[in-house]
């Protein structure tokens, strides 16, 4: 095994344990939670690794970093989450590799992905992204949507071609009533899930987590961590 397998596979176990114990503590079993691994920065080579060590799924943010990558790695057998925000002019390429699009925030992104989808005959599935911190534009710092803006937005989704309404996703946040207290932060999450399930039962994904608050997000109920720095590292610079 190279240095760099061993410190990754290490990596994982450590992650693991994590997301199992949080599970444990929460009476949820470990089966409910899927670990997303948040590759970006880090290069093509160490997502052969990963895929070699199990890892099913992976995220990345940025479009310029992202196609090379899963070019790259198209033999391996990944599901492609992209978690960055999204303009209309990288839908093209962002729906040539990606299965699951989790930052979906606005009607003019649904048209454009649902376009680009029917296009190339995939089917593309959509978390909306939930700002807690959305202000009066109700739109989030880093994108999202104000929870009020869920529903129609989660309705356009259920109706557009191409498109597969999968659940929530959102970023602890930084600022406002919610920051510094992720686990109330998540727990919100999960009621708005409850409310989008009402009218889409299937959409039942709640992706929620990172490094530092993976705990708290399965104790809230999360299905989808998504875990970059605790896997690969620090990464070398913002991303
Ligand atoms: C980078 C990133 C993550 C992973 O963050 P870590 O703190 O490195 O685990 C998760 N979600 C999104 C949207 C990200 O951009």
Excluded at 83 to 108: E, P
Excluded at 204 to 217: I, K
């Amino acid at each position: 095994m190279t240095d760099r397998k061993a410190e990754l596979a290490g990596n994982l176990a450590k992650v693991d344990e994590r997301i199992a114990a949080a599970c444990a503590a929460a009476g949820r079993k470990r089966e409910e939670v899927t670990l997303i691994v948040v590759t970006k920065t880090y290069p093509a080579s160490d997502v052969r690794i990963l895929s070699e060590l199990g890892v099913r799924h992976v995220a990345e943010n940025r479009d310029q970093d992202a196609a090379p990558k899963a070019a790259a790695c198209s033999d391996l057998s990944l599901n492609w989450h992209f978690v960055g925000q999204l303009q209309t002019n990288k839908v093209r390429s962002v729906v040539g590799y990606a299965d699951v699009v989790q930052s979906v925030d606005r009607s003019r992104l649904v048209a454009a992905l649902s376009k680009e989808a029917e296009r190339v005959g995939r089917e593309v599935g959509c978390l909306i992204q939930v700002a807690l911190d959305a202000g009066a534009s109700g739109r989030g710092e880093r994108g999202g949507v104000a929870p009020g803006g869920i529903e129609e937005l989660a309705d356009l989704v259920a109706d557009a071609a191409g498109l597969r309404l999968d659940g929530l996703m959102t970023v602890a946040p930084l600022a406002g009533e919610y920051a510094g207290r992720q686990q109330a932060a998540f727990e919100r999450m999960m009621d708005l899930s409850t409310d989008l399930r009402r009218a889409h039962p299937a959409a039942n994904m709640v992706s929620a987590g990172m490094s530092a608050d993976l705990e708290q997000a399965v104790a809230a109920g999360a299905t989808h961590v998504r875990v970059g720095t605790a896997v690969l590292g620090v990464r070398p610079r913002l991303g």
